[in-house]
């Protein structure tokens, strides 16, 4: 995806800091995978609190320093190479939420700001 403007799909995984996939982090995992496969960009996002599922909070606070804070995994692309790559999640992300979001672009890439 290059050049400005446009409709794209944005894909964004919410996932434990301390979830693994063969002694690396899913994130880590993610982020590889969606480079491999062609992806616009992915970023990891690191929350200072949280809860999922387990209804446990996860907080960075000090009194109850936690090591396993939320984390949440952000590509956008277009929609069919984001959905292409959706399979590859399956594997990956055990305990976690995985959505899908309609957004446009407004800009992409290291375009020369107007003067």
């Known amino acids: 995806m290059t ?3 446009g409709r794209a799909l944005r894909l964004t995984i919410l996932i434990g800091e301390s979830d693994l996939w063969h002694h690396r982090p899913v994130y880590t995992e993610i982020v590889h995978r969606a480079h491999a496969a062609g992806l616009a960009g992915a970023s990891v996002f690191r929350g200072t609190e949280g809860f999922g599922a387990s209804s446990r909070i ?3 606070r000090l009194l109850s320093l936690s090591e396993d804070l939320p984390v949440a995994v952000v590509v956008v692309d277009e929609e069919q190479r984001v959905r292409a790559f959706l ?4 594997e990956l992300v055990a305990d976690g939420l995985i959505m899908l979001d309609a957004c446009e672009i407004v800009r ?3 375009q020369e700001s107007p003067k």
């Open 3 to 5: 050049g400005s403007g």
């Open 58 to 60: 996860h907080t960075q």
């Open 87 to 90: 399979p590859q999640l399956d």
């Open 108 to 110: 992409h890439g290291g």
